[in-house]
Nanobody
């Protein structure tokens, strides 16, 4: 069964860094694109960063551009989110998601990992 498992969340102070990881497993897992999303209390879920599995092209939301970096390790079927210069407004549950083919939406989701930025 295909699944995504996230790790790396935690409590940090403003200005600190964190790296999230998301490992995809499953014998038949096919990946076209992966993304990181987040949802803060009382807010809608928003896209943070995406990466195409083949060419590696990335995109970022304006709120994290220049501070966050999405990357991947194809051999490990793992996507990372390096988060630098964290701000209190980055506090949210972060989810990774996978789009199996160009014809799919984000069909697979991880369980989420909490990131809290507070002094």
């Amino acid at each position: 069964q295909e699944q995504l498992v996230e790790s790396g969340g935690g409590l940090v102070q403003p200005g600190d860094s964190l790296r999230l990881s998301c490992a995809a497993s499953g014998r038949t897992f096919s990946i076209y694109q992966m993304g990181w999303f987040r949802q803060a209390p009382g807010k809608e879920r928003e896209s943070v960063a995406t990466i195409y599995w083949g060419g590696g092209r990335t995109s970022y939301s304006d709120s994290v551009k220049g501070r966050f970096t999405i990357s991947k390790d194809n051999a490990k079927n793992t996507v990372y989110l390096q988060m630098n210069s964290l701000k209190p407004e980055d506090t949210a549950v972060y989810y990774c998601a996978a789009k199996p083919t160009v014809y799919n939406d984000y069909d697979y989701w991880g369980q989420g990992t909490q990131v809290t930025v507070s002094s």
